[in-house]
């Protein structure tokens, strides 16, 4: 975590009431662990798993990951560029040290999918991951506005993947706000040049 960035998140909180969560593909673990001491309402695993405001959890029930397994691990055996990253309700193929091997990670992904019901496939930043179908980031944060302190409140989100533009659409489907970190084509209205850009406009608010 770049310096600063957990002190403006907390002052951020607390300025906005406690009406901030994070909303990532990570498991809910991995996000504290990255923001520690801080601990804010959070969905992990775009959305199976969330933390209210309160400390409240919710768990998605999800589909079996075992026969995507199955298909995917021979592919992974044979490459020492791949990373396959399991999380409760989903199966995230990573090839960021192979980039060559982008479109078999994707066809073995595809097959792989045949093998299951109830997941769907979700491009990311050099990973191709399977999701589970019930959960996206939008309907975390429509959960989210369902609950104090977000409740009554414009929702504006903020990402920098493919897998953020369920968020953004469903925030501007409320009435709300999208911001696009970076390039990429997006359905977000707003967009800003880099995280740290993010970073700026964060503490401009603050100030
Ligand atoms: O929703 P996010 O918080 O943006 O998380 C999305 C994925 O993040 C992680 O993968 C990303 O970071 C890796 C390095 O830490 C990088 O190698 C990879 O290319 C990125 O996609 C995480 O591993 C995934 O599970 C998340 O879905």
Not at 8 to 31: F, H, K, M, N, T
Not at 65 to 70: P, S, T
Not at 135 to 163: L, W, Y
Request: proline share 6%.
């Amino acid at each position: 975590m770049p310096p600063g960035l957990i002190t403006s998140l907390q002052r951020l909180q607390l300025a906005a009431d406690g009406a901030l969560a994070i909303v990532s593909g990570r498991p809910l673990e991995q996000v504290d662990h990255f923001l520690a001491p801080l601990r804010l309402a959070a969905a992990g695993v775009h959305g199976v798993e969330r933390r209210s405001s309160d400390g409240r959890m919710t768990q998605l029930p999800v589909p079996s990951i075992e026969r995507l397994l199955a298909h995917l691990n021979p592919l992974v055996a044979q490459h020492a560029g791949l990373l396959l990253e399991v999380k409760r309700g989903a199966l995230a193929l990573h090839y960021r040290r192979a980039p060559a091997l982008e479109q078999a990670c994707v066809q073995a992904m595809t097959a792989a999918l045949r093998q299951e019901a109830g997941f769907t496939l979700l491009r990311g930043k050099m990973v191709v991951e399977a999701k589970t179908a019930d959960a996206d980031k939008g309907s975390a944060i429509a959960a989210f506005m369902q609950e104090p302190p977000f409740v009554g409140r414009r929702p504006v989100f903020i990402g920098d993947d493919i897998t953020d533009e369920a968020g953004f659409a469903w925030v501007q489907s409320a009435g709300g706000l999208g911001i696009k970190v970076g390039p990429g084509d997006s359905q977000a209205h707003a967009r800003i040049a880099s995280a740290a850009a993010v970073r700026t406009m964060l503490a401009r608010i603050l100030q």
